[in-house]
């Protein structure tokens, strides 16, 4: 007698559907969702699920994902999860690998969500973070938050 196992999904299957569904949005989150229950821990099914959320305005649910993945892009360069304590110099940003920039795209992206949901301090603080360890501010973290103070960028001579 033979047995079958189930095999789980490819949570990037499950992903598909939340592309297929862009005018369906009950039916791409519920793709989302599928793709978070099989794969929480998978850096493309989370930036996927940061991405539905921040595009359908719903930036309170996208900055959980954004969290994880600062915490995740932390973890990849052995530094520590809390951007906190980052300090500057702790992430060359020289010529930008991927793994720092996607620790700094994602401190912007969480440090944003949390400003435009009403955490302005908390926001303001992740951008600043931002901005101090990409000193050439290459997702305009300094920009964002000056735009977010109410003040005026500052340009370039």
């Given at each position: 007698m033979?047995?079958?196992?189930?095999t789980p999904?490819?949570?990037?299957d499950l992903l598909?559907?939340?592309r297929?569904?862009r005018?369906d949005?009950e039916?791409?989150?519920a793709?989302?969702?599928a793709?978070?229950?099989?794969a929480?821990?998978d850096?493309?099914?989370?930036?996927?699920?940061y991405?539905?959320?921040?595009?359908?305005?719903?930036?309170a649910?996208?900055a959980p994902h954004a969290?994880?993945?600062?915490r995740?892009?932390?973890?990849?360069l052995?530094l520590?999860?809390?951007?906190r304590?980052?300090?500057?110099?702790?992430v060359?940003?020289t010529?930008?690998?991927?793994?720092?920039?996607?620790l700094v795209?994602?401190?912007?992206?969480?440090?944003?969500?949390?400003a435009r949901?009403?955490?302005?301090?908390?926001?303001?603080a992740a951008l600043?973070?931002?901005?101090?360890?990409?000193?050439?501010d290459g997702?305009?973290a300094?920009?964002?938050a000056?735009?977010?103070?109410?003040?005026?960028?500052?340009?370039?001579?």
């Amino acid at each position: 007698m033979t047995v079958e196992l189930d095999t789980p999904p490819d949570p990037f299957d499950l992903l598909e559907g939340a592309r297929a569904a862009r005018t369906d949005p009950e039916r791409s989150e519920a793709a989302v969702l599928a793709a978070l229950q099989v794969a929480p821990n998978d850096r493309d099914v989370r930036i996927g699920a940061y991405k539905f959320y921040f595009y359908a305005n719903r930036l309170a649910e996208a900055a959980p994902h954004a969290a994880w993945c600062v915490r995740d892009g932390a973890r990849a360069l052995g530094l520590p999860e809390d951007w906190r304590r980052l300090a500057p110099g702790s992430v060359d940003c020289t010529g930008f690998p991927e793994p720092r920039r996607f620790l700094v795209q994602s401190l912007v992206a969480w440090g944003w969500c949390k400003a435009r949901t009403g955490e302005i301090e908390d926001g303001l603080a992740a951008l600043a973070k931002a901005a101090e360890i990409d000193p050439s501010d290459g997702f305009g973290a300094a920009r964002i938050a000056a735009i977010l103070a109410g003040g005026a960028p500052e340009e370039d001579d």
